[in-house]
């Protein structure tokens, strides 16, 4: 591996240079100097550079400020990594002990901060051989994919079908709804934003199972508008969002919803189960559908999952079961902290009217534009059930809210007999959320032993201690991405696999701490709250 590092933008011709000079895999680091678009100088009248000039243009159209762009795959064996001002000095952070090969003056880099034993990767992990992810949703097979493109056999087992959890609406939405404020959660799903809308142009160019034209956010109500007045002021990032009047809103989406709002002109729609059959069309990926886990034992030197099907080995296991995780066969999952969201959205047969929808439309409902001639629109939000079943009251709220979004487009929809009200084709899933919100991504502790190596926290959160973490050996988890998950699991699939191969993390310190499973365990253990059984 060669990291190659510039304080700046280097001229295209330099960058071509590198890359035709390459041996094994490269990275190219490219820091910032400051919040603005970087502009790349080629010689028009050099075909090789302005094809990669047109490439370089294209990986900064998601650009994002708050924490570091990894664009994977930029070439074959060249991953470009976009590196704004406040991550430049903490190159460490994400390179690890990787030395960094300067081109220019080197950007001065900061000491790293200390973390705490149990946020710090296992000290035995060993490289993978062959990996079990259990879980075929979007998580499970982003997981997948990044692993076989490495080399990585994997075999996937999936209690149902593919994508037919969380991960099988008709139309979700790709764009962030994010705080004006740098919180770990902002950070993360501006990362995974760009990275998810990156991954559709290389994954499936040009298919017709996803649609450009934005992402329309309204202000429904005065706390969005507040919110929405506060992004838009960042001007840094005016070409990933920015304020549009009832007017534009008209002129970008074809309908008239009488509100103002916000715009993601990279957003998209998407239909997810394509996308996860495409991730998982690999032929290092073997996929055992109606295959539920039953029980997962480590012998010291690999993994056996039992299953109705028979058992199925390997040297590392991830668990990536979405809203099944509350009842996964291995406690160290079963018991961490989840909450269980109910989703139900609605298809209908598009209108001559509802044709004029150009792009997807969110408020306190959405809407998508037609694709195969039906829109998908909902969804209601159930907190803490666990009922997947399709209900008619709830087909009814959704039929509401899209009433309240635009009502000439919902009496198109749903008047003169056409989508009749008892013969919705809609989707009703469970997704799994943590209590604060953010993903659990990362290696497993052993929770018993956890519970006896850092017992003193209980009597003093501020106890200090630095025993290494007991790890289950080589488990991970890739879990808990709420309604969001079309936006955070690739990323974190993409953290995950840095972990295991031992490879330049996509995320930041702060944010891998922020979503390490680990987070909940000590939470419960300071709070006297132990999750397990003391041995």
Not at 5 to 21: C, D, Q, S, T, Y
Not at 227 to 248: G, K
Request: one cysteine or more.
């Amino acid at each position: 591996m060669t990291c190659l590092a510039w304080n700046g933008v280097p001229p295209v011709h330099e960058l071509l240079a590198a890359i035709n000079a390459q041996r094994g895999t490269l990275h190219l680091l490219l820091c910032l100097t400051d919040h603005t678009l970087p502009v790349f100088a080629a010689n028009s009248a050099a075909p090789e550079e302005g094809r990669l000039k047109k490439r370089l243009d294209d990986a900064v159209q998601c650009l994002q400020f708050n924490g570091m762009n990894m664009v994977e795959h930029f070439l074959p064996d060249v991953h470009l990594w976009l590196v704004p001002p406040a991550c430049a000095g903490r190159l460490n952070e994400y390179f690890g002990d990787e030395t960094l090969n300067w081109q220019t003056a080197a950007v001065p880099q900061q000491p790293l901060a200390a973390v705490k034993p149990w946020f710090r990767p296992s000290e035995n992990r060993t490289m993978p051989e062959h990996v079990l992810i259990i879980g075929a949703g979007i998580a499970g097979a982003a997981t997948a994919r990044l692993l076989a493109d490495k080399g990585v056999g994997v075999t996937v087992l999936e209690a149902r079908g593919v994508a037919q959890g969380g991960s099988g609406n008709r139309q979700g939405l790709l764009y962030a709804k994010i705080s004006p404020h740098p919180t770990e959660q902002t950070e993360l799903l501006l990362a995974g934003y760009g990275y998810t809308r990156r991954l559709l142009e290389k994954l499936l160019p040009g298919a017709d199972c996803w649609g450009a034209g934005g992402v329309v956010h309204l202000n429904f109500d005065d706390k969005e508008r507040q919110r929405h007045q506060a992004l838009a002021a960042q001007n840094r990032h005016a070409h990933l969002y920015h304020a549009v009047s009832q007017a534009d809103i008209r002129e970008i989406s074809g309908l008239d919803f009488g509100v103002d709002g916000l715009y993601w002109p990279q957003g998209v729609w998407l239909n997810p189960p394509a996308v996860v059959r495409a991730l998982l069309d690999h032929p290092l990926i073997e996929v055992r559908e109606h295959t539920p886990l039953l029980s997962a034992q480590h012998d010291g030197q690999s993994w056996t999952a039992h299953t109705p099907s028979g058992d199925f080995c390997a040297s590392h296991l991830v668990y990536c079961m979405g809203a099944h995780s509350p009842t996964a066969a291995d406690l160290n999952i079963a018991v961490l902290p989840y909450r269980q969201i109910r989703g139900q959205t609605g298809v209908a047969q598009a209108s001559a009217f509802s044709q004029h929808l150009r792009c997807a439309v969110s408020g306190e409902s959405y809407i998508s534009p037609a694709w195969q001639n039906q829109h998908c629109y909902g969804a209601t939000f159930g907190l803490n059930s666990a009922d997947e079943h399709w209900y008619l009251e709830e087909e009814q709220e959704n039929r509401a809210a899209l009433q309240t979004l635009q009502p000439e487009l919902a009496q198109s929809l749903f008047s003169d007999g056409l989508n009749p009200l008892s013969q919705s084709p809609g989707h009703a899933a469970l997704r799994c959320d943590s209590p604060d919100h953010l993903p659990l991504v990362g290696a497993l502790g052993d929770i018993a032993s956890m519970q006896n190596v850092y017992a003193k926290l209980a009597l003093d959160k501020n106890y200090r201690l630095d025993a290494p973490c007991p790890y289950l050996p080589n488990a991970y988890l890739n879990t808990a991405h709420g309604t969001r998950g079309l936006a955070t699991a690739p990323i974190c699939a993409a953290a995950v696999v840095a972990e295991i191969l031992d490879l330049p993390n996509p995320l930041s310190q702060r944010l891998r701490t922020a979503l390490h499973p680990n987070r909940t365990v000590i939470r419960a253990m300071v709070r006297q709250q132990p999750l397990l059984p003391e041995s």
